[in-house]
């Protein structure tokens, strides 16, 4: 099709109704609305956006294929997409305008892979805008008097009133003070273009946000123009209801207004049920005094809407809780055992609204509420009886009621066709309560607010490991398929030097090897060995022998291709564990991130927080003294969970209160790395990453350790590792032991450990475990950071979640093209069409290219070499998300070799991209980093493991 403008043949007001609806379809929805070019207002109907993309397939593909069932399935569902997408946040109905509209057809094009289409109906759309503004109407002549248009607002009441303009010029210029790059006149012509007379007052914030979100693709700024008129209404409707009349208010005369309505909002939440009356014991005047107002004007208008949707607290649907009023319920709840509790509600308050940490969504969910279940994750070993499975079943539904994500450890439960003592049968083994457990995880989410989650780990030599592997499968008896749960391998050593040497693996069933379920190292070796020679020698009836390299193959395959189970290592989780004297690891987590042990009798918890790293980071590295400082307030609250955590069940109880394990991560990590201008793909990142997470090991242990000392060492220190003089960084030392050339990582420090060694051997630790990276997902969103220790998904991209779909742009990426005079509509377009991806645009310096080179343009290896240098430090996991643009079995083979030699604990999602991607964004190869990886290559005995871009290396290719 040609590119020429002239030939794009595109129906003008295809995507509203004609004003004659006579014969309207039945698709339109007057609750719907649509404002027209010329300022009338008529209802959606979804059959016009059928008709504009039948017409533009047409146009691109020609008649016979436009015409195919394939086509015409698509449109149904691209129109279906845009209907969703405009009015997904007015359930009641509303307005949007035509080019809202087109607007949204657009990207429906961009999502679903059609480039061709999309990029004519760009070009058509710039052509008709720029006929309409020839055409425009001249001014009036000479004498006559232009005809003010006024605008009159439906209030609530059903009253009409005119729209009070001079309000709407101060909200929009609140919105844009201290910005660059927006303009409060470029904002204030679009509003009124969405303006009209008789629209609902309540619809005037819907169209202000509306405006601004379609231009957050022209500049990021954008976005926090959209939050701070999002605010508007967030103010409007909390201060209206906690008011008792209607009520808005500025954001320069919320300063006055909020300390007030802290107290109000504490009276009436308290009435409601909905928050803990001990909170109204508070000082509510001195914690009101305390509130930071300018803190609203920091959100993204992702992070706003998502708090608005899913943490606010609200009555018959309405929020009642403003941002700050939000932060320092969920200080209060923190500090409610505190001696001096307002003082560290203040403390708390501060570190949460400058996010500069974040506590987990748990915690944000339902502190300070009558049920404070603040954990974000318990893990749980399933007992191999049969009253044992459902009472473990019945605690996952419990668990995960109140908002805990689960992992349960199955290996205890007997294997198919062992023997059933009791009734003299046969098991149908672990698979069918796998299948139990999956459909009780979608009947009871996570108390109403998200989808409740679990993940199920199995060892690699239990007997159902095969059929464990192939439970996300799509085909075979789907009585025997988990398509909700998640799973992963629980992988020991001996089963990855089988693999390297290409030896066998033996499968047998627990209740015929029951001690290795609690053996790890060596001790595991010894006996497993003993176990083969057993059943060569007919003493142990059912086993299978398999190739172990065939059985690694299909997990890699089974991994590709269903994305479970994930690969997670048992040993290093074991050999390295600080409470090893208490219990052994058996599995890990939702997220891959906790190793904490279970048993029948403790459930383990974690309770988790975040640091925000780019706001501790300059562009000559961390800030030192901030990060301590935030650090030790951090660990201070994580530490409050637990005693003031409300337990759904007593072995989580139990558990928690006996080891009092933390888990301190980070997000934000690519945003830093933009602040000091190093490449992901690069040894500076990974040098980042090995002395950032150095510095939060150090400062979090200290401030453990200055816990101890004021409220005592956690119950089952004496006989740690911590008890030993024994830290993260020295248990390399006994992984190295146990696993010789299988173990290549680096151990160097810069820091004092000496002294602080000495500190924790004679005063003690308040917590068991005190790190862990969880994914934070949400949070990050709140913040405005990019995800916890994960490149930069794409540059510009619309991102779904349950608040919507938003607009996201990488804001160095627009202010370094900026400064190099790139940044204009058509570099917009050709990012919109390469899917955010710079490496195509010959016309961005090669640097640039590589310094945004987005997560499937980076090889995997250096997420694994980053993440080597962070484990070290770590007690716990990360959740490592890999990403490889085009897997094979080479390349998956080298990648978890690799991480498995590195001394990862755990990984997480093997995320691929996919064929039409990778059509769009490349000719031949996946675009990725021209440097090469350190040449610090795997141990002899697993060659294959190599971590160099070596052209002779088959495992490279």
């Known amino acids: 099709m040609s590119a020429a403008s002239d030939n794009l043949k595109f129906p003008q007001e295809a995507l509203v109704p004609a004003a004659n609806t006579a014969n309207k379809p039945q698709a339109v929805d007057s609750n719907y609305k649509v404002i027209r070019r010329n300022g ?27 015409a195919s069932s394939r086509v015409h399935k698509e449109v149904k569902e691209l129109a279906a997409q845009v209907g969703d997408s405009l009015f ?26 059609e480039q061709k ?156 049920e909905l928050v803990d009356d001990e909170l109204s014991r508070y000082d509510l005047v001195k914690l009101g005094n305390a509130i930071k107002p300018q803190r609203d004007q920091q959100f993204t208008y992702l992070g706003l809407q998502t708090l608005y949707d899913r943490y606010f607290i609200h009555t018959d649907g309405v929020r009642f809780e403003l941002p700050q009023i939000f932060f320092m319920r969920v200080a209060m709840g923190l500090a409610i055992n505190e001696v001096q509790r307002e ?46 499975i459902y009472d473990a079943i019945k605690d996952n539904a419990l668990l995960s009621k109140y908002a805990g994500g689960l992992g349960n450890d199955w290996t205890p439960v007997r294997g198919l066709g062992s023997h059933i003592k009791g009734t003299n049968g046969k098991s149908q083994g672990v698979v069918p309560f796998l299948k139990v457990a999956n459909d009780t995880a979608v009947a009871v989410n996570q108390g109403g607010k998200r989808k409740g989650a679990v993940c199920a780990y199995l060892e690699t030599w239990h007997l159902d490991i095969e059929e464990f592997i192939e439970l996300r499968k799509n085909t075979g008896d789907d009585r025997r398929r988990t398509h909700d749960m998640n799973s992963a391998n629980w992988i020991p050593d001996l089963f990855m030097k089988r693999v390297a040497e290409e030896g066998e693996w033996t499968l047998f069933s627990p209740d015929d090897t029951p001690d290795l379920h609690d053996l790890f190292g060596s001790a595991f070796e010894a006996r497993y060995v003993e176990y083969e020679a057993k059943a060569a020698r007919g003493e142990i009836k059912l086993f299978k022998k398999l190739k172990a390299l065939d059985l690694w193959r299909k997990m890699l395959g089974m991994l590709f291709e269903t ?66 400082k935030t650090v030790t307030t951090a660990m201070r609250m994580l530490d409050n969970v637990i005693d ?10 139990r558990s928690n209160l006996q080891h009092r394990p933390v888990g301190l991560g980070l997000m934000g990590f690519h945003d830093a790395l933009y602040k000091q201008d190093l490449v992901y793909a690069s040894q500076g990142a990974v040098q980042f990453a090995d002395t950032s997470m150095e510095a939060v090991s150090y400062f979090a242990i200290n401030a453990s350790n200055e816990l101890a000392k004021e409220r005592g060492a956690y119950p089952s220190f004496k006989g740690s590792l911590w008890d030993r003089g024994i830290l993260p960084i020295d248990s390399l030392e006994l992984l190295q032991k146990e696993r010789g050339d299988y173990l290549q990582i680096d151990k160097s420090s810069t820091l004092d450990w000496d002294t602080l ?81 710079l490496q195509q645009i010959d016309r961005i310096p090669a640097n640039v290219r590589e310094k945004y080179a987005s997560a499937f343009e980076i090889d995997p290896r250096w997420l694994v070499e980053a993440g080597s240098r962070r484990q070290k430090w770590i007690d716990q996991g990360q959740s490592l998300n890999l990403y490889m643009a085009e897997p094979s079995g080479s390349k998956m083979d080298n990648l978890y070799k690799l991480a498995w030699v590195r001394g990862l604990k755990t990984t997480y999602y093997l995320r691929s991209m996919g064929a039409t991607h990778m059509e769009k964004t490349s000719g031949d190869e996946p675009v990725a980093s021209s440097r090469e990886l350190p040449d610090n290559a795997a141990p002899k005995a697993a060659p294959s493991a190599c971590s160099i871009l070596d052209p002779e290396c088959e495992a490279c290719q």
Not at 344 to 349: D, H, N, P, S
């Open 40 to 66: 009338s207002v008529t209802p959606f109907d979804q059959s016009k956006i059928e008709v504009a993309l039948t017409k533009a397939f047409l146009e691109v593909e020609g008649g016979v294929v436009a």
């Open 88 to 113: 997904r946040r007015m359930p009641d109905g509303g307005v949007v305008h035509i080019e809202d509209v087109q607007d949204q057809v657009e990207l429906a094009l961009m999502r679903s892979g």
């Open 117 to 272: 289409v999309a990029r004519s109906y760009v070009l058509y759309r710039e052509e008709r805008s720029r006929l309409r503004a020839e055409k425009e109407v001249k001014p009036t002549g000479k004498g006559k008097k232009a005809v003010a248009n006024v605008i009159n607002v439906v209030s609530l009441n059903g009253d009409t009133k005119p729209l009070d303009m001079k309000r709407l010029k101060k909200i929009i210029n609140e919105a844009v003070s201290g910005l660059e790059g927006v303009s409060a006149d470029v904002l204030m012509t679009d509003v009124t273009r969405n303006l009209f007379d008789g629209i609902k007052e309540k619809d005037v914030g819907s169209a202000l946000v509306m405006s601004a979100r379609v231009m957050i693709e022209k500049d990021p700024n954008y976005s926090q123009v959209a939050a701070r008129l999002l605010m508007d209404t967030i103010r409007t409707e909390g201060l209206t209801l906690l008011n008792g009349r209607p009520t808005d208010a500025t954001q320069a005369e919320m300063k006055g207004i909020y300390p007030e309505m802290l107290a109000k909002y504490i009276r009436k939440a308290v009435e409601l």
């Open 343 to 388: 003082e560290r509600a203040i403390e708390f308050y501060d570190l949460l609204s400058s996010f500069y940490f974040m506590s987990s969504t748990p915690t944000l969910f339902n502190s300070g509420t009558l049920r404070p279940q603040l954990s974000s994750c318990y893990l749980t070993t399933i007992p191999d009886h049969l009253s044992g």
């Open 563 to 628: 994305g479970h189970p994930w690969i997670t290592f048992k040993d290093p989780c074991n050999i390295r564990y600080t409470n090893q004297h208490a219990g052994v690891v058996h599995s890990s987590n939702l997220c891959t991130e906790i190793t904490l042990h279970t048993n029948e009798d403790e459930i383990a918890v974690c309770n988790l927080g975040s640091i925000n790293l780019p706001a501790h980071t300059t562009k000559n590295g961390l800030d030192m003294k901030l990060l301590k």
């Open 644 to 653: 003031y955590n409300y337990y759904s069940v007593p072995q989580a109880r």
């Open 757 to 837: 060694r000495k500190s924790v051997q004679a005063d003690g630790m308040r917590n068991s475990n005190v790190m862990a990276i969880a994914p934070t997902a949400t949070i990050s969103n709140i913040c405005g950071v990019s995800q916890s220790i994960e490149p930069t998904y794409q540059n510009l991209y619309v991102k779904s979640n349950l608040s919507g779909e938003f607009t996201v742009v990488n804001p160095y990426m627009v202010e370094e093209l900026k400064s190099l005079d790139l940044w204009d509509d058509v570099m917009i377009n050709d990012l919109k069409y390469f899917d955010g991806s």
